[in-house]
């Protein structure tokens, strides 16, 4: 890429970055080289000016850039240098600030340097399945934010895309710990970005219907989802809750559940559940078969006094 145009010395910096992501010693070692002359408002190198569309950078940076082999790079490498290459024009041509655009440059490579520890990026199509799990369980908290935003994201839109009308096909997205991910109350984000997560959720449950895009969500924390998703939702499985700010999101949301039904929540049974909502004609208990063995979740509560017993008998036989 070679951009024209009047020389900014904020770029020198991001040129050395992209020599350094494209693994150029040859080229680090010319900018590490080069200074801004301010007088002239250009760059130089042992009195040799150069513009980007000059004579001097066509003879000594145009024959190293023409050499670099990019064909080993990963996407994110390859990301972070598009990014790059549009700051450098962008500034070029005046169109942002430099002091104003820097720390997101930061951001960006810490949040692609967490991406890529959880995300392999492949070019072949994913064979279908009838039901993908993806588990964040190993992944940090800022990524439980990030990924499940990417990921409804690429499916909301390439399906809006492609449906037919009337929908052809559906894509259904079960959120597991929903609070997680769907909550406002973030300390670890800005304001904007957070605004941005929760509103293509937000989309994704109003909208997303009339293409055939539903969301179910599970939360043990139901009153730190957003108040706007929640009233989307149509049908309801409520287990027991105690929280008062969880039984007042029910009684100010649900309007199909009455106040009988309302009052055995916080004393419901393990596996029991009220259901109500549009597919109901009244709220109903129900009580849920627990599953095999084999085909139960590890997410038992630690049963303490199991634990501690033979933790007793077989760390501290013998001791007096």
Known sequence: MQVTGECKPATLDLMRTIARLVNSQELENYLGGVNWHSMHSKFYNHGAFFNPDG?????YIDPIVAAIDIAGLDDFNQLVIRVNL?????????????EHIQPLLKRIEASLDSLRKVLVIQQEPLEEKLLTVISLRRCKNEIKKVLPLLLAKHYYNSHKDTVATPPDKTVHLIIDEAHNILSEQSTRESESWKDYRLEQFEEIIK?????????????????????????????????????????????????????????????LAQGCCVVTGTAFDLPMVLQVDRLAREKQPASEDVDLDLLWTGATESNFDGVQ
């Open 55 to 59: 004579e001097n950078y066509d003879k």
């Open 207 to 267: 909208e997303g219907r009339k293409f055939g895009v539903f969301i179910t969500i599970a939360s043990q924390r139901p009153a730190d989802i957003s108040p706007t998703i929640v009233s989307q939702l149509h049908n309801f499985f409520i287990h027991r809750l105690v929280n008062d700010r969880d039984l007042f999101l029910i009684d100010n949301t649900i309007t199909t559940l009455d106040s009988l039904s309302r009052s055995l929540i916080p004393n």
């Open 86 to 98: 549009q700051l450098i024009g962008d500034l070029i041509n005046g169109y942002v600030q430099f």
